[in-house]
């Protein structure tokens, strides 16, 4: 049996950006015509690696072949060029014009003046005759459904000949019935000679559909192995397979009292369902995949979306918490995941990002500069705080200063629930373990708090109990012993539990 | 000082501190001033007659109309909005106080109650902007550029696009009079310019404007009601037109419908953009407007005093509008 030749090498490819990296030397090699899968958690690298692929970042090292040759891939359309097409998971197709308008955006057939919208109708038709689909090359995009869009899609990509597909969780807009037409149509493709790589986080379809994988974790490549010879549960070990080091400090004891209470909480199109509870001194972790809902869980308390249903409680009283200003008014806390986007003004200097929820404490009339200088040094102090001075513009901090300012921000309205939404991201090691001890130091005091994170170790070292969420419902709960990261792997990706028996309130019938 | 200090010893950078602060003070800070004392002296040896008491305070008058809008103007633009309608809303406005004067007929009393019915009809006019662009959610600048049409054709309407003169004795002291040696309008600009200092860096409501410009989510997440805030800053250039509406009028004594506030919504947003307040929103000072208000102002008389034809002065405010930005630019990257 002689080797097939690769379509497409990696050779130690890395990437970093402003200094951390995210990439370690991948090296990996994909044979024409096969299907390869690509795993890892939420930040491991696949989409960077997919990104870099299709010319939308650049390496910081190493070399990419295509087809045995080195080749530059500095933009999407170098990309394009040598027959490499992404298929996003955002669609991006114009909804005002037609099928083979679409298909042929940019690269219209042209007759000597004037399109030829003939031949360009009939190319379109053969490529959709060749998906075996029923769609007219004249539709308008506005009138297709989710699947239908992403055939279009593919139709684009194949009328540049492509030669590697790459497909971004192509299977989470689509039901299990297009799922099905999707997996015949890549077999079809596959036996044309298409390499397709396919990212996943369902491990059941990865296992269904896929030749190879690879697993990523951290940036580093854990392994390639033969679909053949793995298990889900093995794929699920060893995308997140991580010892846990001594970053956490020991759970502070949870008290009886209940601090925030959430109750049937339903958002239209994202949520249903959602109940929970958290006392004081509690640490209440929210696993999920992104998409699953966590953040518009948290958005839909902090009143930042409308709520369809839902009762909230806050010490045992019912609040009617309209805009975030009543939330802030109860005591409820929430620091965004986007904290450049959404958390931080990045042309205000410590103090006047510090005290901008808070200003009314600081201002009678006018404020009180003085005040809140000696309140941001403070914080300063008390979160270990590293900036030139108090009226450095927080566009000039690191991450995880920014980070700090963020949380002396929140916690300066003297909240009762802080809701953490990813609160390490883009945070190195050092401070993640401060914001750690600082979380317990909160909760020895009596704070509730409520973190969302898509780091495992980070929920499995924090919370005294995880809630995992999947399609905007909470798919199950583990406490104590039973939060480990494959537990929340299952229930996130929606398998049957292999392990010990959930206290599940809610479970989803997957099959 | 002492705070810093502390920070030093932590970060162990005890130089740092003036040192990085020392750019920011130099260029954003000081250069809107800087380019106002090179003009001066400039000016001052371009011609004998720039300097004499007389031509300055003419300066400062003419500067003060376009500049007291641009005062509010500061406020919608740092907010990250944009109000085009305001020269003609002063024409509006101007037109409505004068009917509204000769209405009530001669004395105070009908000066009094027009400034005051000016300044609430600026105010409810800034307020329709505010509402089309919170409420309505149609972009600053198509929404005032509707009520830039609609506000002309409205005063056109109103005075049948003739003239319209005052008849009250009292009126013209407003505009035209002194006190201290200096015309009342410079003093109001003045005047104005120091209260929105005092909201802009000293309240609550002055900081959230900040806030909302630099970045309207953040200011979200931070529980400010970002369209209050945008809306009010509507109806604060509002106000400021309605002011600067009874200042122009009373001058004249007459308001002519056709041409009244003209092209002050450039001559507003020249001031702002040249006092070095960034078009994106987010930043900004009153005391910059006050000086690219008279920067214009300066540059406009020098080109009078040298002859060079009043048709090329557009060209010149336009050039140093695109230096300032330029310049706005560079400190950015």
């Known amino acids: 049996m002689s080797l097939p030749e690769p379509i497409l090498s990696l050779e130690k490819i890395s990437k970093s950006f402003s200094g951390v990296q995210v990439l370690h030397a991948i090296s990996v090699q994909v044979n024409a015509g096969e299907v390869m899968?690509?795993?890892?958690?939420?930040?491991?690298?696949?989409?960077?690696?997919?990104?870099?692929?299709?010319?939308?970042?650049?390496?910081?090292?190493?070399?990419?072949?295509?087809?045995?040759?080195?080749?530059?891939?500095?933009?999407?359309?170098?990309?394009?060029?040598?027959?490499?097409?992404?298929?996003?998971?955002?669609?991006?197709?114009?909804?005002?014009?037609?099928v083979?308008?679409?298909?042929?955006?940019?690269?219209?057939?042209?007759?000597?003046?004037?399109?030829?919208?003939?031949?360009?109708?009939?190319?379109?038709?053969?490529?959709?005759?060749?998906?075996?689909?029923?769609?007219?090359?004249?539709?308008?995009?506005?009138?297709?459904?989710?699947?239908?869009?992403?055939?279009?899609?593919?139709?684009?990509?194949?009328?540049?000949?492509?030669?590697?597909?790459?497909?971004?969780?192509?299977?989470?807009?689509?039901?299990?019935?297009?799922?099905?037409?999707?997996?015949?149509?890549?077999?079809?493709?596959k036996a044309q000679g298409v390499t397709i790589l396919f990212i996943?986080?369902?491990?059941?379809?990865?296992?269904?559909?896929?030749?190879?994988?690879?697993?990523?974790?951290?940036?580093?490549?854990?392994?390639?192995?033969?679909?053949?010879?793995?298990?889900?549960?093995?794929m699920a070990r060893k995308m997140v397979g991580r010892e846990l080091n001594q970053v956490f400090p020991p759970r502070s004891q949870v008290q009886s009292k209940v601090a925030l209470k959430v109750e049937n909480l339903a958002v239209k199109n994202l949520l249903s369902n959602i109940s929970f509870e958290v006392r004081q001194g509690e640490v209440l972790g929210f696993a999920g995949l992104i998409g699953s809902g966590r953040t518009e869980t948290a958005e839909a308390i902090m009143g930042l979306r409308r709520r369809q249903t839902g009762d909230i409680?806050?010490?045992?009283?019912?609040?009617?918490?309209?805009?975030?200003?009543?939330?802030?008014?109860?005591?409820?806390?929430?620091?965004?995941?986007?904290?450049?986007?959404?958390?931080?003004?990045?042309?205000?200097?410590?103090?006047?990002?510090?005290?901008l929820i808070s200003l009314n404490?600081?201002?009678?009339?006018?404020?009180?500069?003085?005040?809140?200088?000696?309140?941001?040094?403070?914080?300063?102090?008390?979160?270990?705080?590293?900036?030139?001075?108090?009226?450095?513009?927080?566009?000039?901090?690191?991450?995880?200063?920014?980070?700090?300012?963020?949380?002396?921000?929140?916690m300066d309205t003297q909240p009762q629930v802080l809701i953490l939404d990813e609160p390490t991201r883009g945070v190195d090691v050092n401070t993640k373990k401060e914001i750690y001890h600082f979380v317990q130091s909160m909760t020895e005091q009596g704070l509730a708090v409520v973190v969302i994170s898509s780091d495992m170790e980070e929920?499995?070292?924090?919370?005294?109990?995880?809630?995992?969420?999947?399609?905007?419902?909470?798919?199950?709960?583990?406490?104590?012993?039973?939060?480990?990261?494959?537990?929340?792997?299952f229930l996130a990706a929606g398998l049957q539990s292999q392990a010990a028996p959930l206290s599940t309130t809610l479970q989803e019938n997957h099959q | 000082m002492s705070e810093v200090a502390k920070m030093d010893t932590k970060s162990n950078s005890s130089s740092a501190s003036w040192v990085t602060r020392l750019p920011k003070f130099t260029l954003s800070n000081w250069a809107p001033l800087v380019a106002l004392l090179v003009l001066v002296v400039l000016s001052a040896m371009a011609s004998e007659h720039f300097l004499i008491p007389r031509n300055l305070t003419n300066v400062l008058r003419q500067v003060s109309y376009t500049g007291i809008i641009a005062l509010g103007m500061t406020f919608v633009i740092i907010a990250g909005g944009i109000d085009l309608s305001v020269g003609s809303m002063v024409a509006l406005v101007g037109v409505l106080v004068i009917m509204l004067l000769n209405y009530m007929g001669d004395g105070w009393m009908a000066v009094t109650v027009s400034i005051?019915?000016?300044?609430?009809?600026?105010?409810?006019?800034?307020?329709?902007?505010?509402?089309?662009?919170?409420?309505?959610?149609?972009?600053?600048?198509?929404?005032?550029?509707?009520?830039?049409?609609?506000?002309?054709?409205?005063?056109?309407?109103?005075?049948?696009?003739?003239?319209?003169?005052?008849?009250?004795?009292?009126?013209?002291?407003?505009?035209?009079?002194?006190?201290?040696?200096?015309?009342?309008?410079?003093?109001?600009?003045?005047?104005?310019?120091?209260?929105?200092?005092?909201?802009?860096?000293h309240t609550a409501f002055g900081r959230h404007v900040c806030a909302v410009g630099s970045n309207p989510k953040v200011a979200t997440y931070s529980a400010i009601n970002v369209k209050r805030v945008y809306f009010l800053t509507f109806v604060i250039v509002g106000f400021t037109v309605g002011l600067s509406a009874v200042m122009l009028s009373s001058r004249l004594n007459s308001v002519s419908p056709g041409d009244a506030g003209l092209f002050y919504e450039l001559d507003a947003i020249a001031a702002v953009v040249i006092g070095g307040t960034s078009l994106a929103g987010g930043k900004g000072t009153l005391w910059g407007t006050v000086i690219g208000a008279i920067i214009l102002g300066i540059i406009n008389n020098m080109l009078n005093l040298m002859g060079v034809s009043p048709y090329l002065q557009g060209t010149v405010k336009g050039l140093v509008i695109l230096i300032a930005v330029l310049m706005q630019f560079k400190r950015d990257r």
């Not at chain 1, 692929?53 to 394009?80: F, H, M, N």
């Not at chain 1, 809140?372 to 927080?394: G, H, P």
């Open chain 1, 200 to 234: 996943s986080h369902k491990l059941k379809e990865v296992k269904q559909l896929c030749d190879r994988l690879i697993i990523l974790r951290d940036g580093e490549l854990i392994s390639v192995v033969q679909v053949s010879e793995i298990n889900e549960q093995d």
């Open chain 1, 100 to 189: 083979f308008e679409n298909i042929f955006l940019g690269q219209e057939l042209k007759g000597r003046l004037l399109l030829n919208k003939k031949a360009m109708r009939q190319r379109t038709h053969q490529l959709l005759n060749l998906l075996e689909t029923q769609l007219s090359p004249d539709a308008l995009i506005e009138e297709l459904s989710v699947a239908e869009k992403q055939m279009v899609e593919i139709a684009k990509a194949l009328v540049n000949e492509a030669r590697i597909l790459i497909m971004d969780e192509p299977t989470t807009v689509l039901t299990s019935q297009e799922v099905e037409v999707l997996f015949k149509l890549i077999d079809k493709l």
């Open chain 1, 37 to 98: 899968g690509i795993l890892g958690e939420n930040g491991a690298g696949k989409s960077t690696l997919l990104k870099i692929i299709s010319g939308i970042y650049q390496r910081s090292s190493g070399q990419v072949l295509v087809a045995g040759e080195a080749v530059e891939i500095t933009s999407p359309s170098d990309a394009k060029a040598l027959g490499i097409a992404m298929i996003p998971q955002e669609f991006n197709l114009i909804a005002s014009l037609s």
């Open chain 1, 459 to 489: 929920l499995i070292g924090l919370a005294h109990r995880v809630l995992v969420m999947r399609e905007g419902q909470i798919q199950g709960e583990l406490r104590d012993q039973d939060i480990n990261e494959q537990q929340i792997m």
């Open chain 1, 361 to 410: 404490n600081y201002s009678k009339g006018f404020i009180n500069h003085a005040q809140t200088r000696e309140k941001a040094q403070q914080y300063v102090r008390k979160f270990d705080i590293k900036a030139a001075s108090l009226d450095t513009e927080l566009l000039y901090l690191s991450g995880g200063n920014q980070q700090k300012v963020y949380l002396s921000k929140w």
């Open chain 2, 116 to 201: 005051a019915a000016a300044m609430a009809m600026g105010a409810a006019f800034g307020a329709v902007n505010g509402l089309l662009t919170t409420k309505g959610k149609i972009t600053a600048f198509v929404a005032t550029l509707a009520t830039m049409s609609i506000f002309r054709s409205l005063t056109l309407y109103i005075s049948d696009a003739g003239e319209m003169v005052s008849q009250n004795n009292h009126y013209p002291d407003i505009g035209g009079g002194y006190w201290m040696g200096i015309p009342i309008p410079v003093w109001l600009f003045i005047g104005l310019a120091f209260v929105g200092h005092i909201i802009l860096r």
């Open chain 1, 313 to 355: 409680y806050v010490q045992q009283q019912a609040v009617q918490i309209h805009n975030i200003k009543d939330a802030v008014k109860y005591g409820l806390a929430y620091l965004s995941e986007d904290r450049q986007g959404c958390g931080l003004t990045m042309n205000f200097n410590l103090p006047e990002n510090i005290s």
